[in-house]
């Protein structure tokens, strides 16, 4: 066999690897995408404002404490701690943990809420950077705000967790506000489940370019940047597909830190939040799951699709792509830290379904994609015989990296009656047609640079400008 | 291959119809559903106050607001949500049902056997949130069916048979057609009375656990004294669960007699009897409860110490003790639980 015929071969061979597994993630997307759509009809049209008033009730509705960890957050804590204190919830306490910020961030709360020191035994359960100071406010008894010396974010959640008094906490970004039902929905499984579910997370949504008062959502719209609006595609998708279903058959590895509760027990009994990894949220999920494996107990970790927490998106692509390699680096090293659990019948489905998927289509997807986007160019010096492979690549591309995002789009608006308009629904739509030939090729590129982060461990959270989501900021 | 890929186009193009198709349709839908709140929102713009008049005022009567078109009363729904949402009374109740019972028998009922569990769900909803007393035998009666209702479903159905009948829901709650849970039984029981409550204890010990174990919450709650001697029965109870429930409902009635009944908890291996014991001797004279208090609150458990403090606190003197344990003790954690309810008023 001669070079030429063994190059081509070769070449041909990637090129049937590629088309193998491009049609293995469309097929798992799709049914994702059928799971998705076959829940949201289930609930479409219930009225959950009706269940809400039946669920506010002191007994049998558990206190929360609510865990806020703020590092360098002036811009917008205020409107997280408003839309945290207008929560229809019988009882919930805050704590801002002010995680050694070097802005304003500690002066601009007790300011604000008329904060005074006070004493406090903090049951240290888990092993944290010291506790500075704890104050309480004045105006509202049920806000604490706790500073420390800086440890990073899971340290802060720690911190939380240690001075916590109530048996459930819901972990909440300093710059994302709540919808006032939110707490209750995200609630509710575990209520309704009578206490199988230790762990669920609610929808994150972007609310860059919303009207934002007091912490209170008053006015929906579509910001004007595209780079936002391709995120809010991007989420949509994410959450509707992606955590739905794995949600359905319990095997949901991601919730997000932006908005999830747990039960405080078993978090404490996989030693609370790891600190030397950059995606805590995912990697608690995942101790979660290894420990009811381990202990074989029947509990439940869900995704709960209707509350939603509002957050600020990044809207430049320096912070975009900060935020897009802290993602994939925390992802791969989740996996790699429960590496013991992939493919082991013992995990069950998160074992053998779940990791494997995180692993080949959400951590290696970027490199294959991005391979599959070389592979492509060089098909078009490779002959006539390639071009033709080169084109179905780049039409399964665009099944993949549109179409899907189309209709992760269209279900969201059939499955919220009112929401978005019309205008804007028309706009996301054509905007998700593009999706494949600029913004997610970026995003690939920014993703691998997250696994070689990963690879050789850097530990940098790297910064992202906020702005602050509420009009009454500082 | 150039089969292949012709095909793989066509599969795209389309999709892309068939996607462009519902996005057309879901926008016509969408278009439908404006309108149709915009109708609800103009009726009750429209009769508000007459509405008004009928459900605040007197002697207007409910004739001319008679319902003739399903969109009139789609709006009288809504209204009736806003109205129970904002303001509700017993006399705005009243109304509301007598209003309902004449014109609206029919759509409810209608859509209590709709094919759409949601819609059921709905209406289940609107039945016990509205009070609407008179659909207490179409409820009842889908028990009697074939149909296999969700949990959701079936517990509302409980729920409105707790609230809207005095004995038939006995029967019900203690052998349900699904297995309940507690925090199902606790949703049941916070809708009853002290009849019911009572009425539903009267064989206690034959009660499903879970039953036994909201019933006893259920009279802390409620304050039901009158139950004090079936706690301390409990008390006796071979179940860890029953024991701690018992002695926290215990705490809850706030009664300071039989105190030799629950002393011995104090001392249990159980750091939960211990918490409970701390909390029930917090209406003590000090005399009784200081020698409990002052050794529970260098417990090994710092939920034990915390409440500890917390009791001593509460009791008369209770500020000179705590000041003794911070001056005298030996136990370091015993002094900072002290001292932190010197700073703390919540």
């Known amino acids: 066999m001669n070079a030429p015929l063994i190059t081509s071969s070769f070449f041909g061979f990637v090129g049937y690897i590629l088309l193998v597994y491009m049609l293995a993630v469309i097929f798992s997307y799709s049914s994702m995408l059928l799971i998705a759509f076959i829940q949201l009809g289930k609930e479409r049209k219930l009225q959950k404002k009706l269940s809400d008033e039946g669920a506010v009730d002191f007994i049998y509705t558990q206190p929360v404490t609510i865990i806020v960890p703020a590092y360098n957050e002036q811009e917008g804590v205020l409107g997280n701690i408003y839309s945290l204190l207008a929560l229809q919830y019988p009882q919930f306490e805050i704590l801002v943990i002010n995680d050694g910020s070097i802005d304003n961030t500690e002066d601009v709360v007790i300011e604000h809420f008329n904060m005074k020191p006070i004493r406090k035994v903090v049951n240290q359960q888990l092993e944290t950077q010291p506790i500075e100071a704890i104050y309480q406010s004045d105006m509202h008894p049920n806000l604490l705000l706790i500073t420390k010396v800086n440890g990073g974010k899971a340290d802060a959640l720690n911190v939380g967790i240690n001075v916590s008094k109530y048996p459930y906490f819901c972990s909440i970004d300093g710059d994302s506000i709540l919808d006032s039902t939110s707490l209750l929905r995200v609630m509710k499984p575990i209520m309704e489940s009578n206490k199988e579910v230790i762990a669920t997370g609610g929808t994150v949504r972007i609310a860059n370019g919303y009207e934002i008062q007091m912490g209170q959502v008053v006015r929906e719209g579509l910001p004007s940047s595209t780079i936002v609006i391709m995120q809010i595609i991007e989420y949509m998708r994410a959450f509707l597909m992606g955590r739905m279903a794995l949600s359905k058959y319990n095997m949901v590895l991601i919730i997000s830190g932006a908005f999830s509760v747990f039960s405080k027990k078993w978090v404490l009994q996989v030693g609370g939040y790891t600190k030397n990894t950059v995606g805590e949220d995912m990697e608690l999920v995942v101790k979660l799951h290894e420990e009811i494996s381990d202990r074989k107990e029947d509990k439940e970790i869900v995704f709960t699709p209707d509350p939603v927490c509002w957050t600020e998106a990044p809207d430049n692509f320096k912070d975009l792509r900060t935020q897009r390699r802290r993602w994939h680096q925390g992802l791969a090293e989740s996996l790699w830290l429960h590496k013991k659990m992939a493919f082991n019948p013992k995990y069950g489905p998160v074992g053998l379904l779940s990791i494997p998927y995180f692993l080949f289509i959400e951590l290696l997807g970027p490199v294959i994609e991005l391979a599959g986007y070389a592979y492509m160019v060089l098909c078009l010096f490779m002959g006539e015989a390639y071009i033709v492979f080169a084109g179905i690549l780049g039409l399964l591309f665009i099944l993949y990296g549109s179409l899907f995002s189309m209709a992760s789009i269209l279900l969201e608006a059939w499955s919220r009656n009112t929401y978005p308009a019309v205008k804007d629904l028309f706009r996301l739509v054509m905007l998700s047609l593009t999706e494949v030939f600029w913004y997610r090729p970026l995003t690939l590129i920014w993703r691998t640079e997250g696994i070689s982060s990963a690879l050789r461990r850097k530990r940098e959270w790297g910064s992202i400008q906020r702005r602050g989501l509420s009009e009454d900021r500082e | ?346």
């Open chain 2, 1 to 346: 291959m150039d089969k292949i890929l012709l095909s793989l186009l066509l599969v795209i193009v389309v999709l892309l119809i068939i996607l462009f198709a519902l996005f057309f349709l879901l926008v016509f839908y969408r278009i439908q559903e404006v309108k149709r709140k915009e109708a609800i929102g103009n009726y009750i713009e429209d009769r508000q106050i007459d509405w008004y008049e009928y459900l605040f005022g007197d002697g207007f009567s409910h004739v001319a607001l008679k319902p003739h078109k399903n969109l009139e009363l789609e709006a009288i729904d809504e209204l009736f949500f806003r109205i129970i949402y904002n303001f509700s009374s017993d006399e705005i109740n009243d109304k509301v049902n007598a209003f309902a019972s004449l014109y609206m028998s029919d759509y409810y009922s209608k859509k209590l056997t709709s094919r759409s569990r949601e819609l059921r769900i709905n209406t289940l909803n609107k039945i016990s949130l509205f009070n609407l007393q008179f659909m207490l035998d179409p409820v009842s009666s889908l028990l009697e069916k074939k149909k296999k209702y969700s949990k959701t479903e079936l517990l509302l159905i409980y729920e409105v048979l707790g609230k809207f009948s005095r004995t038939d829901f006995v029967t019900h709650f203690v052998a349900p057609k699904i297995p309940l849970g507690e925090f199902d039984y606790k949703k049941l029981l916070m809708e009853l009375d002290e009849e019911q409550i009572n009425l539903l204890a009267e064989d206690f010990n034959v009660l499903p656990e879970l039953l036994q174990l909201t019933i006893i919450e259920i009279i802390g709650v409620h304050h039901y004294l009158d139950w004090l001697p079936l706690l301390h029965q409990c008390l006796d109870n071979p179940s860890q669960e029953i024991r701690i429930r018992a002695l926290k409902s215990i705490a809850e009635l706030e009664v300071a007699n039989s105190l030799e009944l629950y002393e011995s908890f104090s001392h249990s291996t159980i750091w939960e009897e211990r918490l409970m014991t701390a909390k029930i001797f917090r209406f003590a004279t000090t005399e009784e409860a200081l020698p409990i208090l002052e050794r529970l609150i260098k417990d090994p458990n710092y939920l034990v110490r915390a409440q500890a403090a917390k009791s001593i606190k509460s009791l008369k003197n209770g500020h000179q003790a705590l000041y003794t344990v911070i001056t005298m003790s030996t136990d370091e954690f015993a002094i900072d639980v002290a001292e932190e309810m010197f700073g703390k008023e919540y």
